[in-house]
């Protein structure tokens, strides 16, 4: 092999980002840099004959180095324009790959930048260092204040909070935004001709006929709404298992005792079924006040329920009012067939309001969007903690500012089909945020304490929490043994400045003057928000990877199942609320139910929402983490949650109804639908 040759037995490997104008036509130039301060020529990296760096393009380059040049320590690269460009002046990198061909060895140059015209520059072997350790904090400093006048965030009085306009790099790829099109074309045209074949809702028969579309499925709701033992296990296992509570307890303002209850306690008393915790209650007063459409009923219900012999959860009586009252009586599973249907119809009229708003819009969504844009404010990208999360954020700010504009929007789906409407969603959004807190409602096994079910004794169905604890802790593991990586002692996370100004601007008001989020629970500190600890560091961390995937994948991937037959879980009902006992009819219950358009509006949309459009939890769609340490950690992470899985598997294979919305493999990464 000659010297000539050898010298030019090495490349660049470069990726292009798939980002709207993230190609180029500018000259574009490097410099290699060793261990031992040698460095290379200028070098233009062109393709003879080629048109290199287009959108989502891998370019290699033969390069030539100094014979002696050691191991490549960064990576000198800027551009410059040329005379007649097409294409934006700025380009966007993904990686950079330095091979190194005769000796079989690669490196990795993760970039994940906006690269300006006639400006160095410097990116280093997978590009992981907290600030105090970065070699060239000056172009870090530099490049977080270029996202924070991107990444602005709008303020409105009782409103979430948002980003202000979506930018470039937060866009759906083509790839993405043709598939979700497209599906939400099919799905259109699917409800289009259902329109046509139906006839109006005269009986319950006439309804299912619409389940006749191949891909418009018949959900499984269908064949259990009736039964109390299914009312029972969508407060266990449905869109919002997050209510359900042990009583210990009878709350005053629910009319019940053992006399009352006598014809469903079977011989037993509400003290006995205490004592064996094996009586619950759920209270939705967070509804209380919030407005709905003037033309439609809403109630603020409290229900008790108790585990029967088959240890199945079974409801024993609902109050659909807050107070006592003769016109809010408690209704009973004794009941005509008819009114208790229709009190249960109510019920799931107020949880689907609330799971709705707040179990899966406010408290994933919207939640999430406000730590996202104060890390992308604070936090750069070359911060471990970003290389970590950065899978878990895809097209989360793309898929709320595209739902605000089509779904929550005057006038739009929520408005016509939820009795809630948009300006009751947003006051329970607002009111439930408000509420929400880091150190309680984000740490999983004290939420569960919080609520006394959190004994796997205790609800022995309740399959949500067993598969929901069981991902939490898998996380935890996951992020505490990354986090060990970069983080030696609690002093190098007291001593990360980033990582400080991330807590502070989530704890803040959330007022322009103020710049921050309002969100309550993180440790304080001279009335600021500070992360003390690498214990502290890890729940937090914990807490956001785990919202942004296993929690909203249970609030959302249940919609159609739940959603699609409106007896089952109704987002509307069209009479007048029930306040009494006398006898009603098959009529009524659908005199009750939405008109055919409103119903099948909800098919449709629950059908887009609830399709899974990109990768399992731990398969990323863009792989951030290159250095070997943390990759380690990586690897464990998607070993042990695929013992999870087929541990999942296993136990529905026992299960009349198997439980699999939380096997991993139909967990989504992100919040990106």
Not at 133 to 157: F, H, L, S, T, V
Not at 231 to 255: A, D, H, M, W
Not at 440 to 469: C, H, M, Q, T
Not at 660 to 670: K, T
Request: net charge negative.
């Amino acid at each position: 092999m000659g010297l000539q040759q050898s010298r030019l037995n090495n490349a660049l490997q470069i990726r292009t980002g798939d980002q709207r104008e993230s190609s180029t036509d500018s000259n574009v130039y490097v410099i290699l840099h060793d261990t031992s301060e040698t460095k290379s020529e200028m070098i233009l990296l062109d393709n003879w004959c080629r048109n290199d760096f287009k959108i989502g393009a891998l370019d290699t380059f033969n390069i030539k180095l100094p014979d002696s040049f050691t191991e490549v320590s960064k990576i000198e690269i800027w551009t410059e324009p040329c005379s007649i460009e097409l294409t934006s002046s700025n380009w966007y990198i993904d990686t950079i790959k330095f091979v190194r061909r005769f000796k079989g060895e690669s490196v990795m140059f993760p970039v994940f930048r906006w690269i300006k015209p006639k400006h160095h520059y410097y990116i280093y072997p997978w590009d992981t260092f907290l600030p105090q350790n970065d070699p060239d904090e000056k172009q870090r400093e530099g490049e977080i204040d270029y996202k924070r006048e991107i990444y602005q965030i709008k303020y409105a009085e009782g409103a979430p909070i948002l980003c202000e306009s979506l930018p470039i790099d937060e866009e759906f790829s083509a790839k993405y935004m043709w598939n979700m099109l497209t599906n939400k074309l099919d799905v259109i045209l699917r409800g289009i001709y259902t329109r046509i074949i139906t006839d109006s809702w005269k009986t319950l028969d006439d309804l299912t006929n619409v389940y006749q579309e191949e891909k418009l499925t018949e959900p499984e709701s269908v064949k259990f709404w009736r039964e109390d033992t299914w009312f029972g296990y969508q407060r266990l296992n449905g869109c919002n298992p997050t209510v359900i509570t042990l009583c210990e307890e009878i709350p005053s303002k629910l009319g019940v005792d053992d006399e009352v209850l006598k014809p469903v306690l079977k011989g037993e008393t509400l003290e006995d079924l205490i004592k064996k915790k094996r009586l619950f209650y759920t209270d939705l007063d967070i509804l209380e006040g919030i407005t709905h459409r003037e033309d439609l009923d809403m109630c603020v219900p409290i229900a008790l329920f108790m585990l029967n012999s088959k240890d199945d959860l079974v409801p024993i009586a609902i109050q659909l009012q807050q107070q006592k009252g003769p016109d809010n009586p408690i209704f009973l599973p004794t009941d005509d067939h008819y009114v208790w249907t229709l009190a249960k119809m109510w019920y799931n009229l107020a949880d689907s309001s609330f799971h709705q708003s707040l179990v899966h819009l406010g408290l994933t969504h919207l939640l999430m969007e406000g730590v996202i844009l104060a890390m992308h404010r604070n936090i750069s990208v070359s911060h471990p903690l970003y290389k970590l999360l950065a899978p878990h954020t895809l097209f989360l700010l793309a898929i709320n500012s595209r739902g605000f504009k089509k779904l929550v929007s005057p006038g739009g789906w929520v408005d016509k089909t939820m009795t809630i409407g948009i300006d009751g969603m947003f006051q329970l959004i607002y009111k439930g945020v408000q509420l929400w807190d880091f150190s309680i409602d984000g740490n999983l096994p004290k939420e569960f304490a919080r609520r006394k079910v959190d004994d796997p004794n205790v609800l022995p169905k309740y399959y949500f929490r067993d598969d929901s604890l069981t991902l939490y802790n898998c996380i935890l593991k996951y992020v505490s043994s990354y986090i060990d990586v970069y983080y030696g002692a609690d002093k190098d996370v007291v001593e990360d400045w980033e990582l400080q100004n991330w807590a502070e601007c989530i704890s803040k008001e959330p007022k322009p003057e103020d710049g921050g989020i309002g969100i309550k629970g993180l440790p304080m500190k001279d009335g600021k928000g500070h992360m003390p600890s690498k214990e502290q560091l890890k729940l937090f961390i914990t807490t956001v990877l785990f919202t942004c995937s296993v929690s909203h994948a249970h609030a959302n991937f249940l919609q159609y199942e739940e959603y699609a037959f409106p007896a089952n879980y109704p987002s509307m009902i069209r009479t007048p609320l029930l306040k009494d006992k006398n006898p009603r009819k098959e009529e009524d219950l659908m005199a009750a139910l939405p008109d055919k358009a409103t119903t099948l509006d909800v098919m449709a949309i629950t059908n887009l929402l609830s399709a899974k459009t990109t990768k399992s939890l731990g398969d990323f769609e863009t792989q951030y983490i290159y250095d070997p340490k943390a990759l380690v950690c990586v690897k464990e992470f998607q070993m042990n949650l695929k013992a999870i899985s087929d541990k999942i598997r296993k136990r529905n294979k026992t299960l009349e109804k198997a439980y699999n919305v939380l096997d991993p493999v139909n967990i989504p990464n992100a919040i990106s639908i």
